[in-house]
């Protein structure tokens, strides 16, 4: 089944600095790729996602990067505000399996 | 509110004893999911309904476990003789189709001592 690898745990950035999360995945028919904001004791809430048919898709300031032949895709986070601080998780799901499978988490902290 | 209900948001219980959740989907959505999350874990797949049916049920979910959607609207995930480990937020999520985004409820935290 589908493995779902994500780094860093923890990441801290000064305000205003970019920040940036990786994932990678091991099944390749895998072709959806949302990435979730979880704030604490909060629900988990899509940020953004991306499909295998593309490679970079961009809402403001954040992004993500797809690449099919490496098997990871990315979060991009740019001029960054307090109230992105959360934990960040990536996720992966195919036709096949139809479930989404989770990275274990990356907790941002934006130092003012 | 349109989004995706769970209740109760909190279960205390004591260790033997049985517990029922409760989950309403978006109303056009027919995939609803449970997923389970620890601290400091991603949430972790349960089993998945497309309308009534139950398509998949995670191998780590064990008989204890039983969840149902009679009638492919809410669903209720019950877990008998809870154990200390079955501690965790439980989160239901759908979605309308394969490959569209999947909208969460807020979960239940279940305590079991």
């Known amino acids: 089944g589908e493995n779902v690898e994500q780094h860093p745990s923890t990441l801290s950035v000064q305000e205003g600095d970019s920040a940036v999360i990786k994932c990678t995945y091991s099944?390749?028919?895998?072709?959806?790729f949302p990435w979730y904001k979880q704030e604490l004791g909060k629900r988990p809430q899509l940020i953004i996602d991306?499909?295998?048919?593309?490679g970079e898709k961009k809402d403001q300031r954040i992004a993500v990067t797809l690449n099919k032949t490496a098997k990871h895709f990315s979060l991009h986070i740019t001029e960054t505000q307090p109230e992105d601080s959360a934990v960040y998780f990536c996720a992966a799901s195919n036709q096949g399996a139809q479930k989404l499978v989770f990275g274990q988490g990356t907790r941002l902290t934006i130092n003012p | 509110d349109t989004g995706v209900s769970q209740d109760p948001r909190h279960k205390i219980t004591k260790r033997g004893q049985n517990v029922t959740f409760r989950c309403d989907p978006i109303s056009e959505h027919n995939r609803l999911y449970w997923y389970r999350q620890t601290l400091g874990q991603g949430p972790e797949f349960l089993t998945y309904?497309?309308?009534?049916?139950?398509?998949?049920k995670s191998r780590l979910l064990s008989d204890r476990f039983s969840a149902e959607r009679p009638k492919g609207s809410f669903s209720t995930l019950e877990i008998q003789r809870t154990e200390q480990g079955d501690s965790a937020m439980y989160l239901c999520?759908?979605?309308?189709?394969?490959?569209?985004?999947?909208?969460f409820g807020n979960g239940t935290r279940l305590t079991v001592t």
């Open positions: 999520a759908s979605g309308s189709s394969y490959n569209s985004p999947l909208h």
């Open positions: 991306i499909r295998s048919n593309v």
């Open positions: 099944d390749s028919a895998s072709n959806y």
């Open positions: 309904f497309q309308n009534e049916a139950q398509l998949e």
